[in-house]
């Protein structure tokens, strides 16, 4: 099992930052990918960016440029750095881990942009 807890959600205006946090915990060896995602009331959730093994970074197009995905292994933790915020970016934000087929949810931040 992975425990995962985000943290550093909140409110901000148009064109600030946040970092989010996502502290790991359990078998985190067995880990291959760690990701965040995001979901609003009534859509779908999305990935908006993703870690591999092996230094592999993706990000979906919306978020190019603005985010950006980090991690520091001596602190079991794993970032999303936000900047450019939008009043689009405005949703509940999940941070994710996989080992092998199975795959982890923490509870989730909400982030919410101002215009």
């Known amino acids: 099992q992975v425990q995962l807890a985000e943290s550093g959600g909140g409110s901000v205006q148009a064109g600030g930052s946040l970092r989010l946090s996502c502290q790991v915990s359990?078998?985190?060896?067995?880990?291959?990918?760690m990701a965040w995602y995001r979901e609003a009331p009534g859509k779908q959730r999305e990935m908006v960016a993703e870690m591999r093994s092996g230094d592999y970074v993706h990000y979906r197009d919306s978020v190019k440029g603005r985010f950006t995905i980090s991690r520091d292994n001596t602190r079991n933790t794993v970032y999303l750095q936000m900047s450019g915020l939008e009043p689009g970016d405005t949703e509940g934000y999940y941070c994710?881990?996989?080992?092998?087929?199975?795959?982890?949810w923490g509870q989730g931040t909400q982030v919410t942009v101002s215009s």
């Open positions: 994710s881990a996989r080992t092998g087929e199975n795959y982890f």
């Open positions: 359990g078998r985190i060896s067995e880990i291959n990918a």
